[in-house]
Nanobody, 126 residues
């Protein structure tokens, strides 16, 4: 089970930190990722982190503004979002990929992720 939290309303230029608490499976061994879905749009990849936290990946539009990290002792993943823009407005989802072959190098494909949190809404006002 994945539980995302931390969303809210923020002005453009502001910051939010999303958290994803995991339980029930060995999520500490899985690659984890953040996706988002804006109204009327498809779910899109935002960031991913490998099982150890040693490698991270970002979509181009958030590079330099967002940072993902994880704490395997707490079985949690985080997304620090800075310099937020109105176009970042979306429901943000955390996800886990249980495939061990991708644990070191996760991908951006939504179909590769087996477990999903319920989503947390981020609204950025202009």
């Amino acid at each position: 089970q994945l539980q995302a939290s931390g969303g809210g309303l923020v002005q453009a230029g502001g910051s939010l930190r999303l958290s994803c608490a995991a339980s029930g499976r060995p999520f500490g061994n899985y690659a984890m990722a953040w996706f988002r879905q804006a109204p009327g749009k498809e779910r899109e990849f935002v960031a991913a982190i490998n099982w150890s936290g040693g490698s991270t990946y970002y979509t181009d539009s958030v590079k330099g503004r967002f940072t993902t990290s994880r704490d395997n002792a707490k079985i949690a993943v985080y997304l620090q979002m800075n310099s937020l823009k109105p176009e970042d407005t979306a429901v943000y989802y955390c996800a886990a990929d249980r495939a061990y072959r991708r644990a070191l190098a996760p991908g951006p494909n939504v179909r590769e992720y087996n477990f999903w949190g319920q989503g947390t809404l981020v609204t950025v006002s202009s």
